[in-house]
């Protein structure tokens, strides 16, 4: 089964400023999909970013871009010109054709003014 | 008008009891599922269900059962609650298959077992 790990618990970022979360998965699948997920504390779980991974140009959605790397099988989301509101859990997940959906273990976000 | 419905949003019980909790989209997605969020803030897949029919089903105890009477609904019965239950549930569809993309959640359940 494919698996999807974040290798960090905790990321803090100044506002304005950028920060990378990291994430990598487990597949021996060649067509699926990629996604961000955002979790503020109201606990909605809002999509972020996606990707195709029979795409190779890297998705982007305003100041939330991916580096997609699918020979090394990471996924890493940058957020440019971080903002109070981007505080919140994010989640990496792996869905594959047959509609099974995976998710990391979730970064927590802390933004400070 | 909400596209992926839940009820109860929030939910407190004993221990022993059985309790439902419903589930409705309205995206005309024919993929369902519920997932459980516990207190370390992981998301475990539970079920999904594709046109009325079980296509997943992980190490859940038997006490959880699923039904889906239609595409649009996808309800959990729980029986006999134990503590460890008590989580965040949440709901969530999408669309089968290549171009099928990102899943659609609902607000969640939350059941707290005492």
């Known amino acids: 089964a494919q698996t999807v790990t974040q290798s960090q618990p905790e990321m803090s970022v100044q506002e304005a400023e950028t920060v990378t979360l990291s994430c990598t998965y487990d597949?021996?699948?060649?067509?699926?999909?990629l996604f961000w997920y955002k979790q503020p504390p109201s606990r909605q779980m809002i999509l972020v970013i996606r990707?195709?991974?029979?795409?190779?140009q890297n998705a982007t959605e305003n100041r939330f871009s991916v580096n997609f790397q699918k020979a090394a099988k990471s996924f890493s989301l940058k957020i440019s010109d971080s903002q109070l509101g981007d505080a919140a859990m994010y989640f990496c997940?792996?869905?594959?054709?047959?509609?099974?959906?995976?998710f990391g273990a979730g970064t927590r976000l802390t933004v400070k003014p | 008008d909400t596209a992926v419905s839940q009820t109860p949003k929030y939910l407190v019980t004993q221990m022993g009891n059985d309790k439902s909790i419903k589930c409705e989209q309205n995206?005309?997605?024919?993929?369902m599922y519920w997932y459980k969020q516990d207190s370390k803030k992981f998301l475990k897949i539970m079920f999904s269900?594709?046109?009325?029919?079980?296509?997943i089903n992980e190490t859940v105890p038997n006490r959880f059962s699923p039904k889906s009477p239609d595409k649009a609904h996808l309800n959990l019965h729980i029986n006999s609650l134990e503590l460890g239950d008590s989580a965040v549930y949440f709901c969530?569809?999408?669309?089968?298959?290549?171009?099928?993309?990102?899943?659609?959640f609902g607000e969640g359940s939350r059941l707290t077992v005492l």
């Open positions: 990707q195709e991974a029979y795409k190779q």
């Open positions: 269900y594709n046109n009325k029919e079980l296509i």
């Open positions: 597949t021996s699948e060649s067509d699926y999909y």
């Open positions: 969530a569809s999408s669309r089968t298959g290549q171009g099928g993309g990102e899943l659609f």
């Open positions: 997940a792996y869905r594959t054709y047959n509609n099974d959906m995976r």
């Open positions: 995206l005309g997605h024919d993929t």
